[in-house]
Structure formats: structure tokens, C-alpha cells
T-cell receptor, first 113, second 117 residues
Framework: AQSVTQLGSHVSVSEGALVLLRCNYS??????LFWYVQYPNQGLQLLLK??????LVKGINGFEAEFKKSETSFHLTKPSAHMSDAAEYFC???????????FGAGTRLAVHP | DAGVIQSPRHEVTEMGQEVTLRCKPI?????LFWYRQTMMRGLELLIY????????DSGMPEDRFSAKMPNASFSTLKIQPSEPRDSAVYFC???????????????FGSGTRLTVV
């Protein structure tokens, strides 16, 4: 069985500060891992994905995530937060050949001046 | 590519009425998913299809909900009769995977915000 845990339902940072959103997964098979972003009144948009290639994955809008098998983690980071990064972020886990994704509960990121 | 297209964007209906939500997936995608999002329960997978065939409908709340995919370019989610607790945002998503089994993730539509009064 697969599962995802996002630590912290709300994260608040100052503009220009480091963004760190935490995601831990559980999977009995090699996982595919994803981060999605949801802006208000919009659908979920793919930020980045890990599919067993490089462990450090770069996505859109300056975000990146590192797959750490030993820690079963896939934390999302951005060196310098921008006001436009305020949104809800979802981590998800899936597996090859099986397209169903399991989503975490989401983390709402607030960015203040 | 126009992406996943959902209609309507907003729907307000009275309790007891039938509601039909529509989705057009990305051309060439062989999986289609219906999700419901609420503040209390987050994202819930209702049902998904592979090559137009329903694979897992265990997330459908009750018999009032039904979903169909008559062809590769169209799917509907119907609620009959609707109840106030069905108020939520309903998302459709589609995806594909390679022959080697790579999982490419989903592309989501913009959602339908349903309000049942």
C-alpha cells in the first residue's frame, strides 16, 4: 500500500526566505513522486515529478525537490519565496504501470512581505 | 493542447435535482479520474477509468453518484438526487503512461464548483 504524509497543514514565510514543504511517503514498490500546486479557484498544476532518474528534481517557478530513499522523503524547496508562491501544495505518490496517485492532505503556503 | 476541459465551472442547484458534470480529457490520455475536494475531507478519488472502462469506483459515496465514459473524449459524473452535502469542487484529471510503465502524473481540469441549496 502507498501513502503520503505532509507535515504541516500551514506554512508561513517572509518574502525572500527559504521555502521548505515536507513530504514523507510509504511505498512497497519503487515510487513515482509528484508535487502539485493549487492556486485559489484553480485546478492542480504539476510542479515537478520524480520517476527514478536524478534524485534532485527541478520544477517550474524555481522549485525543486530531493528524493531521499533512506528517509522516505521528497521535500519541496525554493531558495527565495515570492508573493506569487502563496498557494496550496500537494505531494502525491504513485507507481509505474499503475496510474492511480495517492495525494497528501496539502500544505497551505502563505508568503508575507 | 487545450488541456482537460470541465463544464460547467459553477453549478448551483436545489436539493433533489439531478446534476451532470462533464469532462473532456487530453487527447491520447488513456486514464481519466474524478476527484472531489472539500475543506473537511481534502481530495477524494471517486472513480477512475482506463481506456473508457471503469476500474475502481470504490470512492463513489453512494448510489446517487454515477459516472460514465462513453468514448475516449468524454466523461460525465452524475448526481441524482443531489443533496447539500454534495457541495464541493469536482475535478477531472487525465493521464497516460508509457509502455514501459512510467507514470507521468495527472493533468487536472479547472474544476466544477457545485453548490446544492
Amino acid at each position: 500500500a502507498q501513502s503520503v504524509t505532509q507535515l504541516g497543514s500551514h506554512v508561513s514565510v517572509s518574502e525572500g526566505a527559504l521555502v521548505l514543504l515536507r513530504c514523507n511517503y510509504s511505498s512497497s514498490v519503487p515510487p513515482y513522486l509528484f508535487w502539485y500546486v493549487q492556486y485559489p479557484n484553480q485546478g492542480l498544476q504539476l510542479l515537478l515529478k520524480y520517476t527514478s532518474a536524478a534524485t534532485l528534481v527541478k520544477g517550474i517557478n524555481g522549485f525543486e525537490a530531493e528524493f531521499k530513499k533512506s528517509e522516505t522523503s521528497f521535500h519541496l524547496t525554493k531558495p527565495s519565496a515570492h508573493m506569487s508562491d502563496a498557494a496550496e501544495y500537494f505531494c502525491a505518490v504513485g507507481s509505474g504501470g499503475y496510474n492511480k496517485l495517492i495525494f497528501g492532505a496539502g500544505t497551505r503556503l502563505a508568503v508575507h512581505p | 493542447d487545450a488541456g482537460v476541459i470541465q463544464s460547467p465551472r459553477h453549478e448551483v442547484t436545489e436539493m433533489g435535482q439531478e446534476v451532470t458534470l462533464r469532462c473532456k480529457p487530453i487527447s491520447g490520455h488513456d486514464y481519466l479520474f474524478w476527484y472531489r475536494q472539500t475543506m473537511m475531507r481534502g481530495l477524494e478519488l471517486l472513480i477512475y477509468f482506463n481506456n473508457n472502462v471503469p476500474i475502481d469506483d470504490s470512492g463513489m459515496p453512494e448510489d446517487r453518484f454515477s459516472a460514465k465514459m462513453p468514448n475516449a473524449s468524454f466523461s460525465t459524473l452524475k448526481i441524482q438526487p443531489s443533496e447539500p452535502r454534495d457541495s464541493a469542487v469536482y475535478f477531472c484529471a487525465s493521464s497516460s503512461h508509457s509502455r514501459s510503465g512510467d507514470n507521468y502524473g495527472y493533468t487536472f481540469g479547472s474544476g466544477t464548483r457545485l453548490t446544492v441549496v
